[in-house]
């Protein structure tokens, strides 16, 4: 119960960037209002997910994951687990398994939420992730790793989001999300 609080006081607080981001914190809060079980897996056909935007210090790179199952190139991500006491500590914790650096430096307000199909999660389908995202700085020189939740991970330009040279498929609200992770971490 502790991270279903958390949960809502996080969105309550947050104040979205524009109308739509506004729709989805509303969407998001009353299924929290609605479920009890609402951040966890088990919730069907919808559940909160936390998810972290990765920058280079400087804030010119973003690191991003070739998920397995997907095969696309995301942030880091997935579901809360009993053991996160707030929102960003499970986003948090997500993005050190998946990329494999210690050390992210996250900041605890939220830049971006997306509500997204997932038809690989669970056995009934239907499934929708209401993720919440959050943005980190890597440590300068920061190694990262390869997970098994994952094909690659890599440094990409931001600048190369969206063109020939990029990542293949990246949807525009992760482009969107990117681009508030700057924004907000300056």
């Known amino acids: 119960m502790t991270l279903h609080r958390d949960a809502l006081k996080t969105l309550t607080a947050w104040v979205p960037p524009n109308a739509e981001q506004a729709a989805l914190r509303d969407r998001f809060g009353g299924h929290l209002y609605d479920c009890p079980d609402g951040m966890e897996r088990s919730c069907y056909p919808d559940h909160i997910t936390a998810s972290t935007v990765v920058l280079s210090e400087n804030g010119s790179e973003v690191l991003l994951t070739l998920h397995a199952r997907a095969q696309k190139w995301f942030q880091f991500g997935g579901h809360c687990e009993p053991e996160d006491a707030r ?100």
């Open 87 to 186: 929102l960003v500590d499970a986003a948090l914790r997500e993005a050190s398994e998946e990329s494999g650096i210690e050390g992210l430096r996250i900041d605890s307000v939220p830049i971006h939420l997306d509500e997204h199909a997932v038809p690989f999660c669970g056995d009934q389908g239907g499934v929708h992730h209401l993720d919440v995202r959050f943005a980190a700085v890597a440590p300068a020189g920061a190694e990262h790793a390869v997970s098994q939740e994952s094909l690659d991970v890599r440094w990409w330009p931001v600048r190369s989001l969206g063109t020939p040279t990029g990542p293949p498929d990246v949807a525009p609200d992760l482009i969107e999300a990117i681009a508030m992770a700057r924004s907000r971490l300056g």
